[in-house]
């Protein structure tokens, strides 16, 4: 699978909307973009995915370049409880490893009262 | 439903001893890998099983071993613990995602291993 990059860190002030970046320009077209956060002393929580839309959910918004070789995940209004580490995943959807995610060491996102 | 659930949730070895971990699926979830974490890093993949068999495996020594039941939980064993062992492990359970045909993974809280 092709490998992502984010920034190590980021801070938002609670209550405001928060974009993480990640960048993935060697993505290939049957690569899906994962986004997945972990919480401390929790394991990674999943939290949208997605191939060419923008999706949307209850936890986040996924926004895809047109070339998809950047996507951003976007928490609409940022809590304290959304402090975490988040790790942006490509996934090819042709892959037989199955359950073989590659994480990196994500983004390290405070929220600040 | 339940989530997945993994024990002991921390423990103690000494080196060149041997560990058992478990792991208990999310209902239905018939596929379970394990990850390993290692402090200030993200988690790495060690293998999965499905259907009683491992079907894939990362960049682990064969001391890393493990088992999947008929009611599809798990352990992991590793024998020979050396220091470099100490992490939070973490097991993860799927189904393939119905709508998009993408694996969707829910993790267990780990089991802490700390080797002296």
């Known amino acids: 699978d092709a490998k992502t990059t984010q920034p190590n860190s980021m801070e938002s002030n609670e209550e405001e909307p928060v974009h993480l970046p990640c960048n993935h320009s060697t993505i290939s077209g049957t690569d899906y973009i994962h986004w997945y956060r972990q919480l401390p002393s929790q394991g990674p929580e999943y939290v949208i995915h997605?191939?060419?839309s923008n999706v949307n959910n209850r936890m986040a918004s996924l926004a895809i370049a047109e070339d998809r070789k950047s996507s951003t995940l976007i928490l609409h209004r940022a809590t304290l409880r959304d402090a975490a580490v988040y790790y942006c995943i490509l996934r090819n959807r042709k892959s037989n490893t199955g359950n073989q995610f590659y994480f990196g060491t994500g983004t390290s996102l405070t929220v600040i009262p | 439903e339940t989530g997945v659930t993994q024990s002991p949730t921390h423990l103690i070895k000494t080196r060149g001893q041997q560990v058992t971990l478990r792991c208990s699926s999310q209902s239905g979830h018939n596929t379970v890998s394990w990850y390993q974490q290692a402090l200030g890093q993200g988690p790495q993949f060690i293998f999965q099983?499905?259907?009683?068999?491992?079907?894939g495996r990362g960049n682990f020594p064969p001391r890393f071993s493990g088992l999947q039941f008929p009611n599809y939980s798990s352990e992991l064993n590793v024998n020979a613990l050396e220091l470099d062992d100490s992490a939070l492990y973490l097991c993860a359970s799927s189904l393939p995602d119905r709508s998009s045909g993408a694996n969707v993974l829910t993790f267990g809280a780990g089991s802490r291993l700390t080797v002296l």
């Open positions: 997605g191939l060419t």
């Open positions: 099983y499905y259907r009683e068999e491992e079907n």
